[in-house]
Nanobody
């Protein structure tokens, strides 16, 4: 059974930082595509960052809105995905989800991912 468990969300002031974690277990194959997505109330779920492990060394992708501020990474020994978020703004407030999938052809498209965590809330106050 696949489990993706997010943690690390919370409330911070604008300009602050948070690091989200996603502990993965039970994935059926190695080298999954993994991503972070977020959804604010009344808005569609949007891709934030993705990590493609099928390429040598891994390839990262970011939404334009977070480039230079967020960093996605993975600790293979712990099967844990991270999202380091710096210079947070109120616009970053949302529920953040970890996702995994295979043969994903559009890495920031939530519809391409098969496995999802329950989410962790991030609230940034001005």
């Amino acid at each position: 059974q696949v489990q993706l468990v997010e943690s690390g969300g919370g409330s911070v002031q604008a300009g602050g930082s948070l690091r989200l974690s996603c502990a993965a277990s039970g994935l059926p194959y190695s080298r999954p595509y993994m991503g972070w997505f977020r959804q604010a109330p009344g808005k569609e779920r949007e891709g934030v960052a993705a990590l493609v492990l099928v390429t040598r060394g891994g390839t990262t992708y970011y939404a334009d809105s977070v480039k230079g501020r967020f960093t996605i990474s993975r600790d293979n020994t712990k099967n844990t995905l991270y999202l380091q978020m710096n210079s947070l703004s109120p616009e970053d407030s949302a529920m953040y989800y970890c996702a995994a999938g295979y043969y994903v052809d559009s890495v920031l498209d939530s519809r391409k991912y098969s496995y999802w965590g329950q989410g962790t809330q991030v609230t940034v106050s001005s």
